[in-house]
């Protein structure tokens, strides 16, 4: 069974400017969450879908969005990069409405210069 | 809001037994969680507590006592592959949220 695969696995990008981060879950999992990771801050929570539809979100500012498709796939955009935003994005599945036990990606490593 | 303190550096020796401990400041979550992360790895999950009292899953053992705020993660038999960091986490229906993280160093 495959597991959580992100893409892409690092990324520069300049300030001002906006990027797009996927992430496949595994395959059946119906719940996706993405999390920012950075030294200072720790894991911090963004949002989860879970069906398509959003259902939890972190104390994140209006330019981290998401979505999910109906194959669970899902994509998380920032826009108007900030240099704080340079961080490992983390996605997590689970089978559905517990999330006993998540399922975390290899992340994604964000540069933003 | 949620919040969970844990201390940010453990060291032990090869073979010894280690306890990280888990306080938190929340209410209304389904039961705390354990991961292990090695550098520029993912993280991965160890343990789940939803009761109270011990789950024990090969080497490592969990705790949680929702009366005391409190839970901790044993290792047992530390082998120098258990060194990483371990976070704990309080599940929120759909959501982490996570401690700062303990890096555990096992010497020789």
């Known amino acids: ?113 | 809001g949620q919040s969970l303190e844990q201390p940010s550096e453990v060291t032990a020796v090869e073979g010894a037994i280690v306890q990280i401990n888990c306080t938190y400041q929340t209410s209304g979550f389904y039961g705390l969680s354990w991961y292990q992360q090695h550098d520029g790895g993912a993280p991965t999950f160890l343990s789940y507590n939803a009761l109270d009292g011990l789950e024990e899953t090969g080497r490592f053992s969990s705790f949680l006592s929702r009366s005391d705020s409190y839970g901790y993660l044993l290792l047992q038999e530390l082998q120098m592959k258990d060194s990483a960091s371990y976070f704990c986490a309080v599940n929120l229906r759909g959501k982490l949220i996570f401690g700062q993280g303990t890096e555990l160093s096992v010497k020789p």
């Open chain 1, 1 to 113: 069974k495959a597991g959580v695969t992100q893409t892409p696995r690092y990324l520069i990008k300049t300030r001002g400017q906006q990027v797009t981060l996927s992430c496949s879950p595994i395959s059946g999992h119906r719940s996706v969450s993405w999390y920012q990771q950075t030294p200072g801050q720790g894991l911090q929570f963004l949002f989860e879908y879970f069906s398509e539809t959003q259902r939890n979100k972190g104390n994140f500012p209006g330019r981290f969005s998401g979505r999910q498709f109906s194959n669970s796939r899902s994509e998380m955009n920032v826009s108007t990069l900030e240099l704080g935003d340079s961080a490992l994005y983390l996605c997590a599945s689970s089978p559905g409405e517990s999330n006993t036990e998540a399922f975390f990606g290899q992340g994604t490593r964000l540069t933003v210069v």
